[in-house]
């Protein structure tokens, strides 16, 4: 099955409108990262986050390893934040696993 | 910033034939990765390489073979390339096998 489950699979905001994207993992894990691919389609890491909250200006991270979740909160959002947001969690094996995404178009 | 090309961006190839796709990286970094992402899905790991003239089997290797020949380069080779194999193809490294990976622009590849 799925290890990695993103929720929403996509999501249309109006500019300004806040965001809750959300990543559940089925299996214990070290730690996750957030990525954001643009349309283009390179990937941008935006947290490596082992656990904890991490905020980067609109971004904030928040990760509970104990309950195999972790959630990225976009804050005023803006027209240049659509794009696909990854999720991926990383073994002590040191491979990633991915998430299928969140697509995220924000409308002016 | 963390480095990380590829070559070529994009290719066409025809089923049967053999393809060689390059991901150089300078970023001092001992892990590589190659990842293959079929559209409206994440990335999955193909092979990777934690030390030069060393390649592990990732997730999903069937198909595929990896080279790495120095550090700062990463090969993965499809000897008989076949339909199902068109996607875009991610290389990455990393310092250590927990840290950050850090993306190249990837290659498009169509097999016809």
């Known amino acids: 099955g799925q290890q990695v489950q993103q929720s929403p699979a996509s999501l249309v905001l109006q500019e300004g409108e806040n965001a809750e994207l959300q990543c559940n993992f089925s299996?214990?894990?070290?730690?996750m990262q957030w990525f954001y691919q643009r349309p283009g389609g390179s990937l941008v890491s935006l947290f490596y986050?082992?656990?904890g909250t991490k905020q980067s200006g609109r971004l904030t991270s928040t990760t509970v390893i104990k309950e195999r979740r972790s959630s990225l909160h976009i804050s005023s959002s803006q027209t240049t934040d659509s794009g696909t947001y990854l999720c991926?969690?990383?073994?002590?094996?040191?491979?990633?696993?991915f998430g299928d995404g969140t697509v995220l178009t924000v409308k002016p | 910033e963390a480095a990380v090309t590829q070559s070529p961006r994009s290719k066409v190839a025809v089923t049967g034939g053999k393809v060689t796709l390059s991901c150089h990286q300078t970023?001092?970094?001992?892990?590589m990765y190659w990842y293959r992402q079929d559209t409206g899905h994440g990335l999955r790991l193909i092979h990777y390489?934690?030390?030069?003239?060393?390649?592990e089997k990732g997730d999903i290797p069937d198909g595929y073979k990896a080279s790495r020949p120095s550090q700062e380069n990463f090969s993965l080779i499809l000897e008989l390339a076949s339909l199902s194999q068109t996607a875009v193809y991610f290389c990455?490294?990393?310092?250590?096998?927990?840290?950050?990976?850090?993306f190249g622009p990837g290659t498009r590849l169509l097999v016809l």
């Open positions: 990455a490294s990393s310092a250590g096998g927990e840290d950050t990976q850090y």
């Open positions: 986050n082992p656990s």
């Open positions: 390489s934690y030390v030069a003239d060393s390649t």
């Open positions: 970023n001092n970094h001992d892990y």
């Open positions: 991926a969690y990383n073994t002590n094996t040191g491979k990633l696993t």
């Open positions: 299996t214990s894990l070290n730690s």
